[in-house]
């Protein structure tokens, strides 16, 4: 939040615009995950990483040097897609490790995927860790464009290696995969729908009121498509296509159809929730210690390390001490550590069969699509909060150009001479911010309520078929019905192989078996 500060500060962007730096990056994230994992299995892992980490170095590039909000949004989105492919092809290689039985015993093939999805997590921590620590450090001046610039040798690093590694997973790519088999109809609902609403709802009462067309306009495109892709996904608007082969044979996005189960359903409403308080806690949190605590850049890195380390009860934090708010962000960030590999483990005890394997990619894709418009909406009541508690004040006429450019306002508030005019926008934010934290800890206690109801409520399912069974055993015993035994010679020869044959010489034919 820092850095989103300085680079709002410094390009003369407005509040909308400092919620689309971090809102642009996690969206084009969500939306490249899908085609990204598709298009792996027609032209292979090694291609689409090289692909993604050119994309992620671009993007770190044009931002870096962006002179303006918008050129630094296209540089966020590049990045964006970069990340999201390099993401989306981390769970890809969670899951040819789980298909591909690097042991004959199941269970340590089962430990090996489990510590790679483990490590996975770690990743992520490791980088929420340091994020906000680098951007204390570099939210200074033009230093904020070496945020962007860091990014380039580890994708120098990430290309080299990659190029001179064998792309060993092809095997487990489809022989008969083709680019369409990817449903981009789906893809293309999904930008139309999710691009649109966010923007109509950041544009509603920052830069236009909610009833001006420019607003209803986005929103109401949005939410027509939201519905058609729902409908899409589920499976059930494809029977008036004339195109039977494209109707039977294309894959689901996303896969949701597998996740009607209430256990199931319930992780995919946790993982967007949980896309919903990382940011909307990493975006804010900063803006709490520095604007209500007074804290400086650095203290209030130092503050966020607890939570990021390791949500929450976030309405008492507008009365402790400094001590209480770090033991705070540890409760809170114990919480998201543990959910973040727990939520994927338990989608995929939830989910059976074949689309287990897939369960993880779903989620990560529910959750940054939770961090884009949880970003979004949090942003827009933030807004609204402050200026309806500054309309109240002193800051009457001044409300609604203080609201529009809320994420700078901590600034303006240190350069206040006037200590009465600093108690007021000190609790202004204050209570917009407390506003925030409530609703968030209802949020969260809903969920905790709707998993505990889940569990009584689940239907059992029975044990799944384990996707490693040979294929030979189920269609012998699903395909193939028993018939009677025909009369054999005292010598048995079966017509299938004879006794004297080199692979009969490997051991004795029992007269009831078969070979296929």
């Known amino acids: 939040m820092s850095s989103s500060q300085a680079i709002t500060a410094s390009l003369d962007g407005d509040a909308t615009g400092s919620f689309w730096i971090g809102a642009a990056y996690l969206l084009a994230m969500c939306i490249s995950q899908p085609v990204s994992s598709r298009c792996s299995n027609v032209s292979g892992r090694k291609a689409v990483i090289l692909t993604s980490g050119m994309l992620l170095g671009v993007g770190s590039l044009v931002s870096g040097d962006s002179e303006s909000m918008i050129l630094l949004l296209l540089g966020r989105t590049t990045q964006g897609l970069g990340a999201g492919g390099l993401t989306a092809l ?18 340590a093939t089962n430990r090996v995927s489990t510590m790679f999805l483990t490590a996975i997590s770690c990743t992520v921590a490791i980088g929420t860790v340091c994020g906000p620590l680098i951007g204390a450090v570099l939210s200074h001046g033009s230093d904020w464009r070496w945020l962007f610039r860091l990014n380039l040798p580890f994708c120098l690093i990430l290309g080299i290696a990659v190029y001179n590694t064998n792309d060993t997973l092809r095997w487990s790519t489809r022989g008969a995969a083709k680019y369409s088999d990817i449903d981009f109809v789906a893809a293309t609902l999904s930008v139309a729908s999710l691009v649109p609403l966010l923007v109509g709802l950041s544009f509603a009462g920052s830069r236009y009121e909610w009833a001006d067309w420019h607003t209803l306009a986005p929103i109401s495109l949005g939410c027509t498509c939201v519905l058609l892709f729902a409908v899409w996904e589920l499976r059930l608007g494809r029977s008036w296509l004339p195109f039977p082969a494209y109707r039977d044979t294309v894959e689901s996005f996303l896969g949701l159809a597998a996740f009607r189960d209430p256990r199931a359903a319930n992780t995919v409403v946790g993982s967007v929730i949980l896309g919903v308080l990382m940011y909307t806690l990493l975006f804010f949190l ?21 939570q990021t380390l390791m949500t929450a009860p976030c309405g008492a934090m507008v009365v402790v001490s400094v001590a209480a708010d770090a033991i705070l962000n540890l409760a809170s960030g114990v ?44 942003g827009l009541a933030f807004q609204r909060l402050l200026r309806r508690n500054l309309e109240t004040t002193k800051f009457r006429s001044e409300a609604a150009e203080l609201t529009k450019h809320a994420t700078t306002l ?4 240190d350069r206040t001479s006037n200590s009465e005019d600093k108690l007021i926008l000190t609790v202004a934010v204050q209570d917009a911010l407390s506003t925030i934290w409530i609703t968030l800890s209802i949020v969260c206690t809903v969920v905790v309520l709707l998993n505990c109801l889940s569990t009584f409520t689940a239907i059992d399912r029975g044990p799944a078929v ?15 019905p028993a018939r009677p035994e025909p009369t054999r010679p005292s010598v048995d020869v079966t017509p299938e192989l004879e006794l004297d044959s080199p692979i009969a010489s490997m051991g004795t034919v029992d007269k009831d078996q078969k070979v296929l």
């Not at 069969?353 to 961090?371: F, N, W």
Request: no cysteine; glycine share 8%; charged share 20%.
């Open 466 to 480: 384990s996707p490693r069974l040979s294929t030979t055993v189920i269609d012998t015993s699903l395909t193939r």
């Open 90 to 107: 981390a769970y890809v290689v969670y899951d040819d490790l789980d298909r591909s039985g690097l042991s004959s015993n199941e269970g």
């Open 335 to 378: 919480g998201i550590g543990v959910l973040l590999p727990a939520l994927t483990l338990g989608a995929k005890d939830s989910v059976r069969g074949e689309d287990a394997t897939q369960a993880p990619m779903v989620l990560v894709y529910m959750r940054y699509l939770g961090s884009a418009s949880g970003l979004i909406a949090s």
């Open 410 to 413: 901590m600034a303006s508030i």
């Open 286 to 306: 900063p803006i709490y210690y520095r604007v209500v605590k007074e804290h400086d850049a650095l203290a209030t890195s130092l503050l966020l390390l607890p």
